[in-house]
């Protein structure tokens, strides 16, 4: 029995054995580029776990010869980066470079990547980090503009299957594994090929024949990779908003499976909705922010997984609403002209006349307690009364 794991047995090597990061790997892409200058420089692969982040750095680390040291932020403590720093030293006297590669670099606090600064600084270390989060908010600034950020993809379904085919070819079990068992494996991996090996080779040591059920049974029940404060729970809500309001109601019912399905809170989606319903909408349908905040409240109350039909109830509504941004539009003008302008005075006649000595004044002069009483005056203050703000 081997002992080391299939997706480790099958880790790639070279470049040209990368699968499904196309966008960064072959002629005139950023890695393939960086090994044929054959200069190495500071990286920080930024995608999903499974996407092979590790394996890139190991794979540069070998083009350029180097001395690769791998630590994980989640472990690592002072000591390990002083050990790092002399073995690093060591290495410079012997022309030899050295490639730190630091995984969930994001889990390392400030103070801690300060500590590598002068040495990445000096090219005393080349490092390379990866990190599942955003590193304009994880990674320090002046570590990030040493280094160049690179976009690591999820896997495509196409890329997966490939990567278990090889893997079926390499333990000889190819006629093990049904079609459609391959394809289960594939769909259920997210865009994770470590998770599709796993499920792989658990599937293998299961039964003689791997089906769909064997499959299931090994994969067990996924948890959508989805983190409430994390990229993830950002680019949905946002695709879900833009779903709305490009009126694709298909993809608008998606984009709320999917949350809900990986447990967002309702209420923050019906939040959402509400502010929509303003936003989006307006004068186009007056009556869309009544339905979008009686959707709250019944979100409020009822609780799930039923409120899941009133928020689809609503946000089919607000998809196919016709669409108005002129408040909207208008509010952000009148916030941008009294930012300009928080001290021009108030017309006189408009002003409040609570004493004699005002109204003398010509405070309030020729106001009329009435309803849609007008003045043929300027309402604005004299130096903007030729602003337009709200234009329909």
């Known amino acids: 029995m081997n002992r080391v794991p299939l997706a480790e047995r099958m880790r790639p090597q070279k470049l040209t054995e990368v699968l499904g990061q196309e966008d960064i790997i072959g002629d005139g892409?950023?890695?393939?580029?960086?090994?044929?200058?054959?200069?190495?420089?500071?990286?920080?692969?930024?995608?999903?776990?499974?996407?092979?982040?590790t394996t890139l750095a190991r794979i540069l680390a070998r083009e350029f010869k180097a001395d690769f040291v791998e630590i994980s932020a989640v472990t690592a403590g002072k000591k390990d980066v002083e050990e790092v720093v002399s073995r690093a030293k060591v290495n410079w006297n012997l022309k030899t470079r050295t490639i730190l590669f630091v995984d969930e670099i994001h889990r390392f606090n400030k103070a801690q990547q300060d500590a590598f600064l002068p040495h990445v600084e000096s090219g005393l270390i080349i490092l390379i980090g990866a990190t599942t989060e955003n590193p304009s908010f994880e990674v320090i600034s002046p570590l990030l503009s040493r280094s160049r950020v690179v976009v690591v993809s999820l896997l495509s379904k196409?890329?997966?299957?490939?990567?278990?085919?090889?893997?079926?070819?390499?333990?000889?079990?190819?006629?093990?594994?049904?079609?459609?068992?391959?394809?289960?494996?594939?769909?259920?991996?997210?865009?994770?090929?470590?998770?599709?090996?796993?499920?792989?080779?658990l599937a293998l040591s299961l039964a003689e024949k791997i089906d769909e059920k064997v499959v299931l049974e090994a994969a067990g029940k996924k948890v959508p990779g989805y983190d409430k404060k994390g990229d993830k729970h950002y680019d949905t809500i946002s695709a879900f908003i833009k779903s709305m309001r490009g009126n694709d109601v298909d993809a608008a019912l998606y984009y709320l499976a999917r949350m809900v399905q990986a447990g967002e809170d309702p209420k923050f989606i019906a939040r959402r909705m509400v502010i929509f319903a303003s936003e989006d909408i307006g004068l186009a349908g007056n009556g869309a922010l009544s339905l979008a905040t009686a959707c709250f409240q019944a979100v409020e109350r009822v609780g799930m997984p039923e409120s899941g039909l009133i928020l689809a109830h609503v946000v089919?509504?607000?998809?196919?609403?016709?669409?108005?941004?002129?408040?909207?539009?208008?509010?952000?003008?009148?916030?941008?002209?009294?930012?300009?302008?928080?001290?021009?005075?108030?017309?006189?006649?408009?002003?409040?006349?609570?004493?004699?000595?005002?109204?003398?004044?010509?405070?309030?002069?020729?106001?009329?307690?009435?309803?849609?009483?007008?003045?043929?005056?300027?309402?604005?203050?004299?130096?903007?009364?030729?602003?337009k703000i709200f234009g329909e």
């Open 316 to 387: 089919v509504a607000l998809t196919k609403s016709k669409k108005s941004r002129a408040t909207t539009d208008a509010w952000y003008e009148a916030l941008d002209l009294a930012k300009k302008t928080p001290n021009e005075p108030v017309p006189t006649w408009l002003r409040n006349a609570p004493t004699k000595l005002m109204k003398d004044l010509g405070y309030g002069a020729g106001q009329k307690w009435e309803a849609g009483f007008h003045l043929d005056k300027n309402y604005l203050p004299d130096s903007i009364k030729n602003e």
């Open 158 to 201: 196409d890329a997966i299957l490939e990567v278990l085919k090889r893997a079926l070819k390499a333990e000889k079990a190819t006629k093990r594994v049904t079609k459609r068992a391959l394809e289960l494996l594939a769909e259920l991996s997210g865009g994770d090929a470590r998770s599709a090996l796993g499920d792989l080779e």
């Open 29 to 53: 892409k950023i890695l393939t580029e960086i090994v044929k200058n054959g200069e190495p420089v500071n990286l920080i692969f930024w995608g999903p776990p499974g996407t092979g982040k």
